[in-house]
């Protein structure tokens, strides 16, 4: 059994119900661990801190109440910088992070894992409640993940909230996040060079109500762009843009010469300047864009071609096939080709990012 202290960190905010029956089910899963629980409290005003200060009479409960901040993700740092555990864990307090999963969690850590995650979205993991828009919204939150910020890909599930590391291995100083998803925020800004998950089925919170509101996807997006900047991703996704953009005047450029010097069918004459955007436009990722991947045997020159290429050809085949269907609709031959040029960017940086410079 792990001999480190535990620390687990518990933001709360009127949950008054959902506390006592969650520290007790703590200390029966972490009965014989050396652990001690931080609850971060937002002022809350339906009975939540009274509660907390009954149960730090009967287990190794801190209470922290802050008046004047509010936050998921900032309680979580300032418990943090408050606890005394080398092992940090996260979870929330409605009862929705089952607890007895924590052994299985701080196992991994013993295993050698300086970071691990239960997952929604591996096997044995779930959200069996769930209804269609709500798992659409989770997989496409998590998806933005994935192709913005790539090194959050280590993981399925990054959004889950409910996670193990080890201390020394983040600053908690280095971290700002914006809204709720500490998690995503922890394992960019972290040190972490093995990190693993443990399956878990979240479960629907019996009492209180949710913290999910439409303001929270807004933060959510303002904080995928702020780590995009702080890992350099951003400056990585314009130039993927710059190159896009020059991509599209060698397009219509080769366009507009063929249309002059040819009488070809217009679908027949987007073919060129596709074929030979597709050239330049792997050039310039290649040398600009993706430089700093050019490791492994993975990476050689023609593999990353090879794979560029594929994924040029499919997305020449929604380009040439979009404006193909636009202009036979009517549209402008250079309108229609610009449609297809922006919808088929899209698909090109998704799979240049998880794919060809992977």
């Known amino acids: 059994m792990l001999k480190e202290k535990v620390s687990l960190i518990i933001p709360t905010y009127n949950e008054k119900d959902n506390i006592t029956p969650l ?22 005003k339906d009975g939540t801190i009274e509660a907390a200060n009954k149960l730090a009479e009967r287990y190794p409960v801190k209470l922290i109440v802050r008046k004047n901040e509010k936050g998921l993700a900032t309680a979580v740092i300032h418990g943090i910088k408050n606890s005394a555990g080398s092992i940090i864990c996260v979870m929330d307090a409605d009862l929705q992070h089952p607890p007895e999963k924590l052994p299985e969690m701080i196992k991994a850590i013993e295993d050698g894992a300086d970071m691990a995650f239960a997952s929604r979205y591996i096997p044995g993991g779930g959200v069996p409640h769930w209804g269609l828009l709500r798992r659409v919204i989770s997989k496409g939150a998590g998806q933005i993940s994935h192709i913005l910020l790539p090194s959050s890909r280590r993981v399925h599930d990054p959004m889950s909230g409910f996670f193990i590391f080890k201390r020394e291995k983040v600053d908690p100083d280095k971290l700002k996040p914006t809204g709720y998803k500490i998690a995503l925020e922890v394992l960019l800004i972290g040190n972490f060079s093995n990190v693993t998950e443990v399956p878990f089925i979240f479960e629907d919170r019996t009492a209180g109500t949710s913290k999910l509101k439409a303001k929270t996807q807004i933060d959510y997006l303002k904080h995928i762009l702020s780590l995009m900047k702080r890992t350099g991703e951003y ?11 020059s991509g599209i005047v060698v397009n219509e450029g080769v366009l507009f010469i063929v249309n002059k010097l040819t009488t070809w069918h217009g679908s027949i004459q987007l073919i060129p300047g596709i074929e030979i955007s597709i050239i330049t436009n792997f050039l ?23 794979r560029f290429n594929l994924i040029a050809l499919a997305g020449a085949a929604i380009n040439w096939g979009i404006a193909t269907l636009l202009f036979n609709a009517g549209l402008n031959i250079y309108l229609a080709n610009f449609i297809g040029i922006v919808i088929a960017f899209l698909w090109n940086y998704f799979l240049s990012t998880v794919w060809a410079w992977r």
């Open 235 to 245: 400056k990585r996704f314009f130039k993927f843009i710059g190159v896009g953009l």
């Open 23 to 44: 520290i007790e089910r703590i200390s029966k899963a972490l009965e014989g661990y050396n652990y001690d629980i931080i609850i971060v409290d937002d002022n809350s």
């Open 284 to 306: 310039l990722n290649d040398s600009f864009t993706f430089a700093d991947r050019h490791t492994g045997k993975r990476s050689s020159f023609i593999g990353r071609l090879l």
